[in-house]
């Protein structure tokens, strides 16, 4: 009886062992590791693209403004690779999350908040569909004398 269940144990164990070991990494098209630094790393690609289509009509840039083509084939584009906007956009990400979460009290993560339009100040807010944020108003006003 005991020997019965030593036995179960170590195939249980076993089986959980290799479905831990043998997990393939997360990815966003299957295809290779992605460089996620904000968004989770196993976001679907649906909510992906969600995020990236709101980006640009937050900020009035394209796919392209942002990402860089391919090193090897520059027919193609290379979304993982760094650029310069793409550092720029992780980091008014993080400032996002972190206002919104310091002055606002909205708690969570990114992709969630931003999804479900849970941030009290969010990209459209300062960008208002401009690359650089324009004041339509000058301020301070001009003291008259
Ligand atoms: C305003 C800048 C901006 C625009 C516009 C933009 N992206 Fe992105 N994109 C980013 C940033 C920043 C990340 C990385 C986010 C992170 O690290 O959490 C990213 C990540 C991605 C990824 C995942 C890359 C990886 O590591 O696997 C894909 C795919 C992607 N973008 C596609 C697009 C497409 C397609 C468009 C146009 C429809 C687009 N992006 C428009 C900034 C942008
Ligand atoms: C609190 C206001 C504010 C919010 C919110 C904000 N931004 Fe910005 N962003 C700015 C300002 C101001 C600049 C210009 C900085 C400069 O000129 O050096 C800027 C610059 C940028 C740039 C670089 C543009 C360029 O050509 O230099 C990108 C890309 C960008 N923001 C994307 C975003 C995205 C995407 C979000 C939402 C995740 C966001 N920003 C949220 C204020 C904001």
Redo the contacts with the bound molecule.
């Keep these: 009886m005991n020997r019965k269940i030593l036995v179960m144990a170590l195939i249980g164990g076993g089986v959980a062992f290799c479905s831990f070991a043998f997990r393939p990494a997360p990815t966003v098209q299957g295809e290779h590791e992605n460089n996620l630094k904000v968004l989770p790393k196993d976001i679907s690609h649906d909510e992906l693209m969600q995020v990236m289509h709101s980006?640009e009509v937050?900020?009035g840039?394209n796919c392209g403004?942002?990402h860089a083509s391919s090193a090897t084939d520059p027919s193609k584009m290379d979304w993982a690779a760094d650029t310069?906007?793409?550092q720029?956009?992780i980091a008014?990400?993080k400032?996002?999350a972190e206002?919104n979460k310091q002055y606002f009290a909205v708690e969570g993560n990114?992709k969630d908040n931003?999804l479900q339009s849970q941030f009290e100040?969010?990209?459209?807010?300062?960008?208002n569909g401009h690359?650089?944020?324009s004041n339509l108003v000058t301020i301070p006003i001009p003291v008259k004398r």
């Design positions: 980006f937050a900020t840039m403004d942002c310069e906007h793409k720029t956009t008014m990400m400032m996002v206002m990114f931003y100040v969010t990209c459209i807010t300062c960008h690359e650089e944020p």
